[in-house]
């Protein structure tokens, strides 16, 4: 009976690395907002994901999509317009967090409704 207590705990710490290791890659206030932004349109400009996520600042959205980079969660092109565009899509590996998103974004509305009430229209913001 010990072992089977033992081995439910090992299981149990290999769960809570997990979940680190993912808290470490998404933390912060704006890298699901970015995510986010990114899988509704599939592409998004610098700009676009600017203007998507309030309160950004362009210093911020900067360090922030380079950080999703260097974690293989999004990618970065540089278009050969006048003035030069750059545009940013998931990888593979970031389109993993689809799921993740969506199931944010249920239970957010859901959550908005039932502290806000079920009444009152879904606020933005």
Not at 30 to 46: A, D, L, T, V
Request: positive net charge; proline residues 2%; glycine residues 6%.
């Amino acid at each position: 009976m010990g072992c089977k207590i033992e081995e439910f705990q090992q299981e149990q710490k290999k769960r809570m690395r997990a979940v680190q290791d993912s808290m470490d890659v998404l933390n912060g206030k704006w890298k699901i907002s970015i995510i986010s932004s990114i899988c509704c349109y599939g592409k998004r400009r610098f700009s676009d994901i600017l203007n998507d996520v309030n309160g950004i600042s362009n210093r911020m959205l900067s360090k922030e999509l380079k950080e999703l980079e260097i974690n293989q969660l999004v990618k970065r092109t540089v278009l050969d317009t006048q003035p030069i565009t750059v545009q940013y899509e998931l990888t593979e590996h970031g389109n993993t967090l689809q799921t993740i998103i969506n199931n944010l974004t249920d239970w957010g509305i859901v959550h908005r409704k039932k502290i806000v009430g079920e009444k009152c229209p879904i606020l933005v913001g």
